[in-house]
T-cell receptor, first 112, second 114 residues
Framework: QQQVKQSPQSLIVQKGGISIINCAYENTAFDYFPWYQQFPGKGPALLIA?????SEKKEGRFTISFNKSAKQFSLHIMDSQPGDSATYFCAAPAGGNEKLTFGTGTRLTIIP | DGGITQSPKYLFRKEGQNVTLSCEQNLNHDAMYWYRQDPGQGLRLIYYSQIVNDFQKGDIAEGYSVSREKKESFPLTVTSAQKNPTAFYLC?????????????FGPGTRLTVL
């Protein structure tokens, strides 16, 4: 069964700083790695995703970096803002590419 | 107003009672999913359905049951066999079974078993 290890569990970053969250996966036959953002009391929403025919994908202040040989991918949030305070989940395909396995989540807090 | 609706937002039940959580989508999506969220454990897949009248067990299906009689509806029943049912339950849907299709989540139902 696919496992996705996400770190850190919680992260505090000053406003304007860079937030970095890491994920490692075991095996996958399908390359698709999304990141979801969840605010308290709400359902998660897709933030950004990568299909690693490229090693990096950038959307505004959010960047996914992917290292296929190490089976690792990370989310970078540049110029972090208080509105970015949320829980972030990475995910990787599992089960014959019929489902996603999610990481345990990172609670990000941006302080002034 | 399109999207995924889950009702109720909060649900309280006595131990030993079955309870059914509602999930409805008007996005015309083929695939639907049920996840359970517990603190520190992320999202764990309970059941999923890629087409009407068909569904598969996820990673933690024991003590749960589902049906998919209509494309827009995927109700989840938490049975008395589920040993620790208190949790936040999330329903999601995606346009197809293709994993690169975005999964859209509902607002969730917080179930508390007393």
């Amino acid at each position: 069964q696919q496992q996705v290890k996400q770190s850190p569990q919680s992260l505090i970053v000053q406003k304007g700083g860079i937030s970095i969250i890491n994920c490692a996966y075991e095996n996958t036959a399908f390359d698709y790695f999304p990141w979801y953002q969840q605010f308290p009391g709400k359902g998660p929403a897709l933030l950004i995703a990568i299909r690693p025919d490229v090693s990096e994908k950038k959307e505004g202040r959010f960047t996914i970096s992917f290292n296929k040989s190490a089976k690792q991918f990370s989310l970078h949030i540049m110029d972090s803002q208080p509105g970015d305070s949320a829980t972030y989940f990475c995910a990787a395909p599992a089960g014959g590419n019929e489902k996603l396995t999610f990481g345990t989540g990172t609670r990000l807090t941006i302080i002034p | 107003d399109g999207g995924i609706t889950q009702s109720p937002k909060y649900l309280f039940r006595k131990e030993g009672q079955n309870v059914t959580l509602s999930c409805e989508q008007n996005l015309n999506h083929d695939a639907m999913y049920w996840y359970r969220q517990d603190p520190g454990q992320g999202l764990r897949l309970i059941y999923y359905s890629q087409i009407v009248n068909d569904f598969q067990k996820g990673d933690i299906a024991e003590g749960y049951s589902v049906s998919r009689e209509k494309k827009e509806s995927f109700p989840l029943t938490v049975t008395s066999a589920q040993k620790n049912p208190t949790a936040f339950y999330l329903c999601a849907s995606s346009p197809s079974r293709d994993l690169s299709d975005t999964q859209y989540f509902g607002p969730g139902t917080r179930l508390t078993v007393l």
